[in-house]
């Protein structure tokens, strides 16, 4: 949806301090001091990720690079060069520098150029994100957002004289360049540390983390027979609801009813690595029970279904949980209850649409959607910590293997064929405890890293807003003034005359 405000309801109702300027600036519209460019349609029937031009889209804003080529002609009109200013225009409205070699501006993106003598181009870069976060924040999110080049032509940029705004600029590289090494510093750790947690999620799972344990403590049963043992309770467990189901509609068994028992998929080894021995490759679907969650009623969102005391997870709950799930931010009533499901404390609930192979365990009961799919422990020795942090170790390669149309999904049927190694039921519980120990300490890492960063980022906001009240550097009194700019300004726009017959769409000074 579109931002509905005017900028300048904006920025009067704005508490933030980083739309805010000094008493003795002036405030400039963007389409005052800059040219915004549209991008084009580009035929995405055109579009390689081998050969043609660079191409950028909405997600390569802020990475500044793109892995899309388009082979179609097209205009020098739409060509962004390295150093020029971009904003994505829909989702979260970022904005960035473009980093790499010459490419073409796809649609859903502008590119921001600034009469320098005017307005610095750096200074526009730092004031920028903190005006389209404000307009984000308050456009209406129901479905994806949508922002006009002609909000952006609107918003009413502090006006610092010339001078000064380059003696801003030089304070803030100044003082965010060793912020920002800092800051660079921490999210190196912390990817370092996501690879470490990694490379032992990958251990666990291939019996190397328990090498040494396994050559002390001999299993009195193996992976095979445990798996055996499985398959048989597993059917056991079948039967026995089946029949408690017949019983409860006062029916008699139909004749050759087991016949009907769901046999589980066997797992393709083709392709799979050698395991230790007394471990067995198995499928999710032998050692336990998946299903979809269940949200009949339509609209899902119907007020009446929500408020009440059953918990309802969602694929976000999900994401941001840590191993056990217990907060949660809507809930159902009895009506969202009866076109649901709940389900028991200790399932794992593991998503399969937006955020794709993302796990957690439920510490209560509770229902969740047809986004998410529960998984229940086919037998009392399969451990659920186990299991669960088996997917955690594939769920990058679910989320690169997921087909994509709108957006990634992926079904059923592709989490019931997933190959899961099955240690003896010892060995899976001393598993569990060996990451349990190392993870936990990496997670404390990963707390104060994260801790830090916020701290930066907060610092930073800090500088920003000195830099826009007009308190980061001080004032000269033999600048020219920001209102004599603005009246040069405002001569300048009104003499040029607006260009016509060019099919590239642009807002010219």
Not at 79 to 100: K, T
Not at 139 to 168: C, D, M, W, Y
Not at 193 to 198: D, E, N
Request: charged share 25%.
């Amino acid at each position: 949806m579109a931002f509905t405000m005017t900028v300048a309801e904006l920025i009067d109702a704005d508490t933030s301090g980083m739309l805010g300027k000094h008493a003795t600036w002036e405030r400039v519209q963007l389409a005052e001091v800059a040219t915004i460019l549209n991008g084009a349609p580009f035929d995405s029937a055109l579009f390689s990720t081998t050969e043609g031009m660079p191409l950028i889209r909405i997600r390569d804003v802020t990475t500044g690079q793109t892995n899309t080529y388009y082979t179609g002609a097209y205009e020098d009109a739409y060509l962004v060069q390295q150093g020029d200013l971009l904003v994505g225009m829909d989702g979260d409205f970022n904005s960035g520098f473009w980093g790499s070699k010459a490419a073409l501006l796809n649609q859903r993106v502008c590119k921001i150029s600034p009469v320098e003598s005017f307005y610095d181009k750096r200074l526009l870069a730092f004031t920028l994100p903190g005006y389209l976060a404000a307009i984000n924040a308050n456009t209406p999110s129901v479905t994806v957002k949508h922002l006009s080049s002609k909000t952006i032509g609107e918003i009413g940029f502090p006006l610092p004289p010339r001078a000064e705004q380059t003696r801003i600029v030089a304070k803030l590289e100044e003082l965010l360049s060793d912020l920002d090494v800092g800051v660079a510093e921490l999210k190196a750790a912390q990817k370092k540390l996501g690879q470490y947690r990694q490379s032992l999620l990958k251990a666990a799972v291939e019996g190397a983390l328990t090498a040494g344990w396994r050559n002390q403590n001999r299993p009195t049963e193996t992976g095979a027979q445990l798996l055996e043992r499985i398959l048989t309770e597993r059917r056991a467990r079948w039967e026995a609801k089946q029949l408690t189901k017949f019983a409860e509609q006062g029916k008699t068994p139909p004749k050759d009813w087991q016949k009907k028992y769901p046999e589980p998929v066997q797992p393709d080894t083709t392709d799979l690595p050698e395991l230790p021995d007394g471990w067995v490759w198995a499928t999710l679907s032998q050692v336990g029970w998946l299903d979809r969650g269940r949200s009949k009623h339509r609209p899902r969102n119907a007020p009446h279904l929500y408020g009440g005391p059953y918990p309802f997870v969602q694929t976000g709950d999900i994401r941001h949980a840590d191993t056990f799930l217990s907060d949660v931010e809507a809930s159902y009533s009895e009506a969202g209850l009866a076109q649901s499901r709940l389900w028991p404390a200790g399932t794992i609930c593991i998503t399969i649409a937006a955020n794709i192979g993302k796990t957690a365990i439920l510490s209560m009961e509770a229902c969740f959607p047809d986004s998410v799919v529960g998984f229940l422990s086919g037998s009392d020795d399969v451990s659920i910590r186990y299991v669960e942090y088996f997917m955690r170790s594939v769920q990058q390669k679910l989320e690169d293997e997921a087909p994509a149309t709108a957006q990634k999904n992926i079904n059923l049927e592709i989490l019931e064929k997933v190959a899961i190694p099955v240690p003896p039921t010892l060995e899976q519980h001393e598993i569990v405890q060996m990451l349990d120990d190392s993870l936990g300490a990496a997670r404390e890492s990963n707390r104060a890293i994260d801790l830090s960063l916020k701290q930066s980022a907060a610092q930073r906001q800090n500088i920003l807003k000195a830099a826009f009240s007009g308190q980061l550097v001080p004032q000269d009194p033999n600048d020219e003034s920001a209102s004599v700019l603005l009246e040069r300004i405002r001569a300048a726009h009104d003499a040029v005359k607006k260009p016509r017959g060019r099919k590239a769409k642009e807002a010219s000074l």
